[in-house]
């Protein structure tokens, strides 16, 4: 009897303030940690004191119970990825949230693209030189996300840290742990391709193929597309290595009606590289050195995928009729 | 021919891809849609091909859903029920959910579920072995088709433009169900046919 699942209109009502202290100069509460179903939230800010003409990365941090996962930024066939809004202070300003290279997280005969156990989504702070306020300031960030493991639950909370101000750098100190935080998930960071590096795609018959070249040759790779629509998630990847690179067969999604200009997204190797690539359509020169050698051999096997994409539909469908 | 043979592998994973890839869209919008049978929470059998004529929306629906719930706590989703079945569409709810999973309803349950919450679909087609689900590859609750009344899919993906569970996003959302009937009732192309759906996953048996 499930028939009515009652899931809290917010998960903000579960929030335990296990951080709440005074800070000494200003008198304002900091919650930097809120405690909701199934995973923890905080607000990673290293710097200790905040000083005009700055800038420093901080965070918001997800720490997951077993077999929960939030999102990436393109979630994948379901789910949403994270959202903040921002209380600052006059003079201070938040960049986007950043997302380190997600994972693929099948779902029955679903794939979607986040995390697990945990992950931080780099901020990066700006500190106007005018930044002169009379005391303690507060960063106040209210965050929402949805936390899925069979099922999903949304949740928010509101974060808080306060920090004091000063007029330089001279002897401003950071909090090693919350450094450490940081720099762990910038790390995971998707990164531009190392030069020369490029990434080329073309279409061919309901599939795109995509070649990154990141100048050494590679053997397994995992593509997670920026944009929705393009790709069918589910499917697998067939990769072929090259010698400066990688080619990756990507099923295209079915309802795609015009051929995209670009492919953005995130290319990452098994041992953790993550690249962000922006692909451009390969120009023939490209897409014969990309594909196979030899014209006549091309043709035979498009003939042939041609033969088994026509068997597999014409199956598809039969199977489809039969229900 | 023996030059031939070094491409028998790359020739057997290309077939290997395409055989094992899953049917992720089995219905294509601009396609005829897939007729399928199945049984309401009345015990009332239905036919796809049996509505040739009219329009047909399909709807599936997990009232465990959060996504769902926004849709039904704000009252939308009623709403869009009552305006496009007094204009003569057909409104299909489907429950995907296998038994166990959230969602899942027997049909004295999802009877009552509809009287609480005031749902008028034209019927609730109760799918627990995901026949009707399989077949559109509904992947998310809600998962929207538009079915003109010549058969063909003309809209297919999220309820609207606001993918989250916020019910406070509705009045400023662009409702694509919406969209899709009204453009075309009167005739007109849908300008939108497909969108990426938003929801929680369908509660499938695998």
Redesign the interface.
């Known amino acids: 009897?499930?028939?009515?699942?009652s899931?809290p209109k917010s998960a903000s009502l579960l929030l335990v303030p296990c951080a709440l202290h005074l800070a000494a100069a200003g008198g304002a509460p900091e919650e930097p940690t809120g405690t909701a179903q199934h995973l923890t939230a905080q607000l990673v800010v290293p710097p200790a004191q905040i000083y005009p003409g700055e800038s420093f990365t901080g965070g918001v941090y997800f720490k997951l119970e077993p077999g929960w996962h939030v999102y990436w930024s393109n979630a994948g066939?379901?789910g949403?990825p994270p959202r903040v809004k921002w209380t600052l202070p006059q003079g201070l300003s938040a960049g986007a949230l950043e997302f380190p290279a997600p994972r693929r997280l099948p779902?029955?005969?679903?794939v979607?693209y986040g995390y697990e156990g945990e992950v931080l989504f780099p901020v990066r702070f700006e500190v106007a030189p005018s930044f002169q306020p009379a005391g303690p300031v507060t960063l106040g960030a209210y965050v929402?996300w949805?936390v899925?493991r069979?099922?999903?639950?949304?949740g928010s909370t509101t974060l808080s840290v306060t920090r004091r101000p000063a007029a330089s750098g001279a002897g401003s100190a950071e909090d090693a742990a919350d450094t450490h935080l940081v720099q762990r998930f910038e790390s995971a960071l998707p990164q531009p391709l190392p030069p020369p590096g490029y990434a080329t795609f073309s279409a061919h018959s309901g599939a795109f193929r995509l070649a990154v070249a990141t100048g050494r040759r590679e053997r397994a790779a995992q593509f997670f597309p920026l944009d929705?629509?393009l790709i069918?998630?589910?499917?697998?990847q067939?990769a072929?290595p090259r010698d400066d690179g990688i080619q990756l067969?990507l099923?295209q999604?079915?309802?795609l009606?015009a051929r995209p200009q670009l492919l953005r997204g995130v290319v990452e190797f098994p041992d953790g590289r993550a690249y962000a690539i922006r692909a451009t359509t390969a120009t023939p020169a490209e897409q014969r050195a990309a594909a196979?050698k030899g014209t006549v051999?091309g043709v035979?096997?498009a003939v042939?995928?041609g033969i088994?994409?026509k068997l597999?539909l014409d199956w598809?469908e039969r199977?489809?009729?039969r229900? | 021919m023996r030059?031939?043979s070094g491409?028998t592998r790359?020739?057997l994973?290309?077939?290997a891809?395409?055989?094992?890839?899953?049917?992720?869209?089995?219905a294509?919008?601009g396609d005829p849609a897939?007729d399928?049978s199945g049984t309401d929470s009345q015990g009332q059998p239905h036919k796809l091909s049996d509505y040739k004529g009219k329009f047909v929306v399909l709807e599936w629906t997990n009232?465990?859903?959060?996504?769902t719930?926004k849709h039904y706590t704000s009252g939308n989703m009623q709403s869009l029920q009552k305006q496009w079945t007094g204009k003569g569409v057909v409104w299909l709810t489907i429950l995907s959910s296998a038994p166990g999973?959230?969602?899942?309803?027997t049909a004295a349950?999802e009877n009552?579920?509809l009287t609480d919450e005031h749902a008028t679909p034209t019927a609730a087609i109760l799918d627990p072995q995901g026949?009707?689900g399989?077949?559109y590859?509904a992947?998310?609750t809600p998962h929207m088709f538009v079915i003109d009344p010549a058969g063909k899919l003309v809209y297919?993906g999220a309820i609207d433009d606001h993918?989250?569970?916020?019910a406070s996003d509705i009045p400023a959302a662009k409702n694509y169900v919406t969209a899709a009937l009204t453009a075309a009732m009167a005739g007109q192309p849908v300008a939108t046919?497909?969108?990426?759906?938003?929801?929680?996953?369908?509660?499938?048996a695998?």
């Open positions: 009897m499930r028939a009515r699942l899931i066939d379901s949403e779902l029955g005969h679903l979607d929402h949805l899925c069979e099922i999903c639950i949304p929705p629509n069918a998630n589910a499917a697998p067939r072929e067969t099923v999604d079915e309802n009606t196979w051999l035979v096997l042939l995928g088994a994409l597999v598809r199977r489809n009729r229900v | 030059k031939v491409y790359p020739i994973a290309l077939c891809l395409l055989c094992f890839a899953p049917a992720v869209h089995a294509r919008v897939p399928f009232n465990g859903c959060p996504y719930r999973q959230q969602g899942y309803m349950q009552a579920y026949l009707i399989h077949l590859s992947k998310t297919e993918a989250t569970t916020d046919g497909y969108t990426r759906p938003y929801g929680c996953s369908v509660k499938y695998d």
